[in-house]
């Protein structure tokens, strides 16, 4: 077994690690290696990049929802069989809980799995100066694991004399620069990067760029520095599987696509059986499904096209009033609104199953992570502890639900959220269910129960109504 592993990181967002991590990991597997890859914190659009380039699922690695021991579990099964693992930073290296620690931080990361990290430096408009950067990143801790860096937007006149000076004053290794790259530039809206599907004729870009790093970086120095990665191993939470194999619908398009990987995992771990379906595009939710999932996304983007689709909508709504136990994050909250603006503030009608209206914002509400506690019994009751989350967010609610209440993990602000009743919660708050592995179990023993209902009523829609 051998686990040869790399995280590029940089001093702050906006230095161009999304795109040098994708251009590396398209290198690697134009070398015909098999690369597995993660991304540090909750993002889930990166890990779509990255996904493009693979060709395999990208997992999230994230030291706020889960202890060191399971998140080197998540990070060797996933790396199980492959070559080699590229792991993405968010943020600056050390940034980590309410901007004031190094907790949940990509430095915590590379710590708790003792990932060699290689910190992109972004050189535009310095040139000595830089050094000076690195050399406050690399000894800002003792332990910072990191062991090289890229060099981005450099001159390549300037680079070799700017490489020496780095390797004898820093001590740290320099593998390559990037020179400044105007053909493949990923644009951004407001909740990060666009999609990858939006990006015209990405694949052959993202060949380019790692034909231009081929060229530019030392990729056998990369390959070799992530072959010094020792041996990591770790234990999953403990948690039960559900008899009966329930049936999940879960939703699954262009407007609903913010989905962490491992949340479906682990549903299938305990026995569910996950059907994917389109709002968009189908006309109603599968059939047979004991439970229903609406991630987040972009529906705000598609907001025409979701209301021009009223038989979903109302297949929606009246399976929901029937009992159907589904829980909805952030976009899929919002679906089921009464009513819901798009990015220019148009309204539409929506699921109609929560009252009131999802409208857009100004600005970034209620971002980051947060500790779910419950107020009022719902779905997954009142003893279910504590639920690791995180919000991101500009769009809000005339109703914004009060089973639960959100407290920041650093601070003191707290608020009210969710919308609960015994088959149901749906709020802003994101959801990684091995944070507390009691929200995947208890919502499927709730699908298992409303199967059951379901077939002593004779099958029929309506069996009781919870609300």
Not at 428 to 442: D, I, K, M
Request: glycine share 10%; aromatic share 10%.
């Amino acid at each position: 077994m051998h686990q040869p592993r790399i995280l590029i990181t940089a001093g702050a967002s906006g230095s161009g690690k999304t795109l040098i991590t994708c251009g590396i990991l398209q290198a690697l597997r134009e070398r015909g290696l098999e690369v597995s890859s993660f991304k540090s914190g909750p993002d889930y659009i990166d890990p779509m990049f990255h996904s493009k380039v693979i060709k395999a699922k990208s997992a999230n690695l994230d030291l706020f929802f889960t202890n060191p021991e399971v998140t080197r579990y998540l990070f060797a099964r996933t790396a199980k069989d492959t070559d080699i693992s590229v792991m993405e930073g968010v943020m600056g290296f050390y940034d980590g809980l309410g901007g004031t620690s190094v907790t949940a931080s990509t430095y915590e990361l590379a710590a708790a799995t003792d990932t060699p990290a290689v910190m992109v430096v972004n050189c535009r408009g310095m040139s000595i100066s830089v050094l000076a950067q690195i050399k406050g990143f690399v000894e800002y801790k003792s332990d910072s694991h990191i062991k090289g860096v890229i060099l981005n937007q450099m001159s390549p006149m300037l680079y070799p004399r700017i490489k020496a000076a780095i390797e004898e004053e820093v001590g740290v290794s320099v593998y390559g620069y990037v020179p400044k790259i105007t053909d493949c530039l990923i644009e951004s809206r407001h909740l990060g990067l666009v999609l990858p599907d939006e990006v015209k004729d990405l694949e052959e870009k993202l060949t380019n760029l790692a034909a231009v790093l081929e060229e530019t970086l030392d990729i056998d120095g990369l390959i070799e520095l992530a072959g010094t990665a020792p041996l990591i191993s770790g234990n999953p939470p403990e948690f039960e599987k559900v008899e009966g194999n329930p049936v999940i619908a879960v939703a699954s398009d262009d407007a609903f696509c913010f989905i962490y990987q491992d949340n479906l995992r682990i549903l299938e771990e305990m026995g569910a059986k996950l059907l994917y379906f389109s709002p968009l595009a189908d006309g109603k939710v599968p059939e047979g499904a004991d439970g229903l999932l609406l991630y987040g996304g972009y529906p705000e983007l598609f907001a025409r096209e979701l209301h021009q689709n009223k038989i979903m909508r109302q297949d929606i709504k009246e399976k929901l009033e029937s009992g159907l136990p589904c829980m909805a994050e952030c976009g899929g909250y919002m679906y089921l609104h009464e009513q819901m603006e798009d990015m220019e503030g148009n309204t539409y009608e929506m699921a109609g199953v929560i009252s009131g209206r999802a409208y857009r914002t100004e600005k970034l509400g209620r971002f980051g992570y947060i500790d779910l506690t419950p107020r009022k019994d719902q779905l997954l009751g009142m003893d279910i502890g504590i639920i690791k989350a995180h919000e991101f967010h500009y769009f809000d609610s005339t109703n914004t639900g009060s089973s639960f209440l959100a407290r920041k993990p650093a601070g003191k602000r707290e608020w009210e959220c969710i919308c609960g009743s015994r088959q149901l919660i749906a709020g802003f708050p994101h959801l990684y269910y091995y944070s507390n592995p009691e929200v995947p179990y208890r919502f499927l023993k709730q699908c298992v129960s409303y199967r059951k209902l379901r077939s002593e009523s004779g099958g029929r829609e309506g069996c009781y109504h919870p609300y």
